[in-house]
Each structure stands twice: as C-alpha cells, then as structure tokens.
C-alpha cells in the first residue's frame, strides 16, 4: 500500500484509471457489486495523499474517466453500423467522451479533497464529504451540455425490486450518496485502524437499503401487480430500425410490423390488444408530412387497431424552412393521427451537435440533426389511460420523464432501438434504467425495442414480462396499476439538493464534533 502511495503522478492515475474501470464490473449484466468496496476505498486513500492539487486532480479525472468508460463502452459499437463511414469515431466514443464528461464530474471532488486536506479532517468526514459531491457531480452530468447521466453509480441496485424501493424517495442520485459512502468505508480501516466504525458506516446504508426495501415493498407489492383492464401488445420484430433501408423497402418493413402486430385481421378477429407498440424509428417515411403516406399506412391497419410507433416527423410550420426531420412518437388508429410527441431530449452528437462543436465539419454527424421538440408529452386518447411517451435517451433522466403541469399519466412507454450497441451490456443498462424510473414515479413502464430489451415494468420495479435481445416476439401484457405519487416523483429536485446537502453537512458536523473531543 505505501508502494503505491509513493507512485508518481502519471503511475497514480493509470491506477486510479484502472480502479474506475473496475466499477464497470458492478453495473448490468455483471452485477459483481464487491469490486466496489475494493476500488472506492484504495481511490480515496490514493487521492487523500496526494499532496499537490495537481496531481490530485489528475488522480480524480482518470478514476471517473475510467468508470464511465467501463460503464459506457458499447458506445464503440456505432462503429459497426457503417465501418467505412464512422471509423474515426471509435477513440472519441469509447475513451474521448468518457474523458469530456469525467472533466465535469471531476471538479466536486478535488473541492473536497481541498478541504479535507485544509480541515485537516478525519476519514468519515471525508466519506460524507466525497459522497455528497459524487451525487451532485452525477446529477450536473445529467444536465450540464444538454445532460448524459447514463450509469450513475445508483444502478448497480437495480437487480432486484427489493434494492430499488428506496429509489421512490431519493432517486437514483441519492443512492448514488449511499453507495459512494458504504463502498468507500473500508477506507476507515485501512487508514485509521478503526475497524468497528469501518464495519459499521459500510454495513448501515446497506441495513437502510435493505429494511426499507422489504417495508416498502410489502406495502405496495399487490397494489403494483393488480393488472388493469388495459392490455398492450409489445411488438419486438428484432431487426435494427435505424439502420436506413431502401426507400424501395420501407413500405414492405411496416407491412410486416402490421401482419407480426395484427395476426387476427387474417382471419377477420378484433385484436386481443388495446393497443399495440412499436419500436423506435419503425416508420421510415414522413407520414405527417406527406398525406399519401399516412393513408397507405391507415389502409394497412386493421379495423379498430391502435398503436404507438417510432417515426420520422417533420418540424412544425413555425419551424426552420426547409422542414428538419424530428425523432417522433405517434398514436395512430385506422383513421389517422391520434397525437404526436417529438423528441425533446435529443442525444449529443448522435443527434445534434453541440454549440461547443458546432464549428467542427463533421459531416457525418451533422448532416443527422433532428429538430428539437417542445417537452414531454401526456396522451389523453380514446378508452387508453393517459401515458407519457418517452423516446429512448428521453427515459435516463429521473425525476424528468412526465409533465408535471397536468394531470399525472397512470403509465409510461418508452420506444427505442438499441441496436446501435449490439448484444452489449448497453441495452441491458438502459432495461434497468427504465425499472428505477418506475420505481421513482411510482407508475408502470413498457418499453419496446426493435432488438429488445422490451418488456413491462410495474409501479414496484418488478418486471411482469420480458422480451430477451435480438428475438423476434409479441406478447400481451394486462397493464399494471399505477401508485400514489411519491416523494421522489412529487420534489425530485427538492430531495436531491436536500440528499447531497445532508451529506455534506453530516461531513462538516462530523468533523466539528471530532475537533471537540
């Protein structure tokens, strides 16, 4: 251990750079959450003696650069989509933008190292300190630039519903706080010999976690699981929907989504359905821009059918001349459109570019700019309970994926397409993301993908159903009941300035306790 402290700065953070990586192990599918009370504990004591702020922040930078980048290395397979075009893109997504956002993250954290080391404060102090800053830093990720909050450290409770209720009062940031201090507490032992405190502070959030859990989820477990008389039909015909086909093909892919969608209509039955759902980008063409479009596909749709589906839009007349495409979310019957949501939270560099990089000619990119929608979206249509559509990146963001300035849905679907990221753990990541939102909101989720992960979700985080990656299904679902509106869905902005607050002011009390004696 002393060896390693006398490691030279550049030595320092190719170790501090491997520790974050490490962290990667403990989010989906791995699920290996031990490496995280090795990796935190010998990061902190690495940080806490470095002497100068130089190197200590550069120790700091490369630990939160190597965490997202093992957190977020799918990214690297958008290469695959098109090789010859998106080569050069494969430094930036795996080890450039990790290192951009972890220049974000790391600031909160030298602050603190500064002040410990001014304060001269002692090791649980410091904790609180580190874990406080480690959820605001996670949380202006998820804002700053637009905002890319995928992986806090939060989701590595996701495995189970029991581990996840806490989520419905202090969101998946406030976990994060939790998380950071438990894993972190061994340091107490291996700095100050204090292996009874050191016991206690890792196993405490863990005994919190746990007992609030097993309450919580007895309280709500049959209220959660009661089935509505809503049935929704998850369509996942395992193709990648945003791979652009031939404008020969797109009228035949929707053709065959209809058939997969309606098996019925071939022998003149109703649909068993309510509604059925597709993925992400399914409608290839302007169906709202062009009227022969729309009524071919309507023509296609059976009597009585209703579906949600991903397509492309076009931007509203007050919009730009000529027309932007929009990434949308329709509600379609046999007669037309229902109700339309354009995305609002568009993903950085995917698609848009950000006015930092504006300037660069990336041709590649750029020239896939959508048009910005207005906000989320509630659907209040026909004999289906009101629903907040969330188009895919739209759903990573708690505390912000419903209005709140209107009647609260009862339900969430989320339409997105992985593919992109191959049989990788990113569609597995964003599967769990969707069950904390539920959780969080206390309202089920069903999520579609045109390669999966679909499935629905209750109010509880208990998946009801689930389609695996990269198969081809259809399943019925009975739509579960919402919940009363939480603490975390009624002030999620509130409670996580009071979290992290709380955990900085324990840190300080702490440490003005520990001067008196």
């Known amino acids: 251990m002393d060896r390693l402290t006398r490691l030279g700065p550049i030595r320092s953070a190719i170790v501090l750079f491997v520790l974050g990586l490490s962290t990667a192990l403990a989010q989906p599918p791995v699920w290996f959450l031990p490496v995280l009370w090795i990796a935190y504990p010998l990061a902190f004591h690495l940080i806490l003696n470095r002497a100068g702020w130089a190197g200590a922040w550069l120790m700091i930078w490369a630990f939160w650069w190597g965490k997202i980048t093992g957190g977020m290395y799918w990214l690297g397979w958008i290469v695959g989509v098109d090789l010859a075009t998106y080569w050069w893109v494969t430094p930036f997504a795996v080890l450039g933008l990790p290192g951009f956002l972890a220049l974000v993250q790391s600031p909160l954290w030298l602050a603190v190292w500064w002040l410990v080391r001014r304060l001269r404060a002692g090791t649980l102090a410091a904790l609180l300190l580190f874990a406080g800053a480690a959820m605001i830093a996670e949380g202006f ?12 450290l939060g989701t590595v409770w996701g495995f189970h519903a029991l581990t996840l209720q806490l989520a419905a009062w202090i969101g998946v940031f406030g976990l994060t706080a939790l998380t950071t201090l438990s894993s972190g507490a061994p340091l107490l032992i291996l700095r100050d010999r204090r292996w009874r405190d050191g016991l206690a502070v890792t196993l405490a959030p863990l005994v919190l976690l746990l007992g609030f859990g097993m309450w919580r989820l007895g309280a709500v477990q049959d209220q959660a699981a009661t089935p509505t008389d809503t049935v929704v039909r998850l369509v996942q015909p395992g193709t990648n929907s945003l791979i652009r086909v031939p404008e020969a093909e797109r009228r035949q892919r929707v053709a065959d989504l209809v058939r997969l969608s309606f ?16 993925s ?41 001349e000529p027309p932007q495409p929009t990434n949308t979310a329709y509600f379609i019957t046999d007669a037309s459109i229902q109700a339309r949501h354009d995305k ?17 000619p990336i041709p590649a990119f750029s020239a896939g700019s959508f048009w910005q929608g207005e906000g989320l979206s509630t659907w209040q249509l026909g ?22 300035d209107g009647p609260r849905p009862a339900w969430m679907v989320n339409i997105s397409n992985d593919g992109w990221y191959g049989d990788t753990s990113g569609p597995r990541q964003h599967f769990i993301f969707a069950r904390f939102r539920a959780v969080e909101e206390g309202l089920p989720m069903v999520r579609v993908g045109g390669t999966g992960i679909s499935g629905v979700i ?13 198969s081809a299904e259809v399943v019925d679902v009975s739509l579960p009941q919402a919940l009363p509106l939480t603490p975390y869905g009624r002030a999620a902005r509130l409670i996580f300035w009071l979290v992290a607050a709380g955990f900085v002011l324990s840190g300080l009390a702490v440490e003005s306790i520990m001067r008196r004696k």
């Open 458 to 470: 209750d109010a509880a985080g208990r998946v009801q159903a689930r389609i695996p990656y990269d």
């Open 141 to 152: 990720r998820g804002w700053v630039f637009t905002g890319l909050p995928w992986g806090p």
């Open 383 to 404: 004999d289906l309970p009101a629903v907040s559509p969330l188009i895919c990146y739209e759903m990573i963001f708690p505390g912000a994926v419903i209005r709140r």
């Open 344 to 360: 609002a939270h568009l993903v950085p560099f995917g698609e848009f570019l950000p006015w930092f990089v504006s300037w660069i």
């Open 263 to 278: 098996p019925e209509a071939a022998e003149g039955g109703a649909s068993a359905a309510d509604v059925a759902i597709w």
């Open 280 to 320: 992400e980008s399914s409608i290839q063409f302007f169906i709202d821009f062009y009227p022969e479009e729309l009524a071919w596909l309507t023509d296609q749709l059976p009597d009585g059918a209703q579906i949600i589906a991903g397509g492309l839009g076009a931007s509203p007349p007050e919009g730009p």
